[in-house]
């Protein structure tokens, strides 16, 4: 199982970044896949995830309205669209997946994401948000 996160950068303020998380190893068209980010001295945090077949998705409140999760089945790749960036967006950025299905390919529970159920498999891409 691997994730390989890529599309990161050096932004100013206002711009856009769009993150690739490509699958590889397992039938990633099956699983929900999720975006964590960590920022320098903070803790990793969940930001958004998919669910399998693209019906349910989630964002965390930091990002809601400003950055969008899609994926492409076909080619086993999930995209982070990130708009109107922030200096606090600047983070390394992973992709991750819910291995155990537990939920059945869905990312959403009760209006809240186990985050604790994913699992990083691979590095991440550094965003950077600067003037």
């Known amino acids: 199982v691997q994730l390989q996160a890529s599309g990161g950068g050096l932004v100013r303020p206002g711009g856009s970044l769009r993150l690739s998380c490509a699958a590889s190893?397992?039938?990633?068209?099956?699983?929900?896949i999720g975006w964590f980010r960590q920022a320098p001295g903070k803790e990793r945090e969940g930001v958004s995830c998919?669910?399998?077949?693209?019906?349910?998705?989630f964002y965390a409140d930091s990002v809601k309205g400003r950055f969008t999760i899609s994926r492409d089945n076909a080619k086993r790749t999930v995209y982070l669209q990130m708009n109107s960036l922030k200096p606090e967006d600047t983070a390394v950025y992973y992709c991750?997946?819910?291995?155990?299905?537990?939920?059945?390919?869905?990312?959403?529970?009760?209006?809240?994401?186990?985050?604790?159920?994913?699992?990083?498999r691979g590095q991440g891409t550094l965003v950077t948000v600067s003037s």
């Open positions: 190893g397992f039938e990633a068209e099956y699983y929900a």
């Open positions: 991750a997946v819910e291995e155990s299905r537990i939920y059945g390919g869905a990312c959403v529970i009760n209006d809240d994401v186990y985050w604790e159920d994913f699992r990083l």
């Open positions: 998919i669910s399998d077949t693209s019906s349910e998705t």
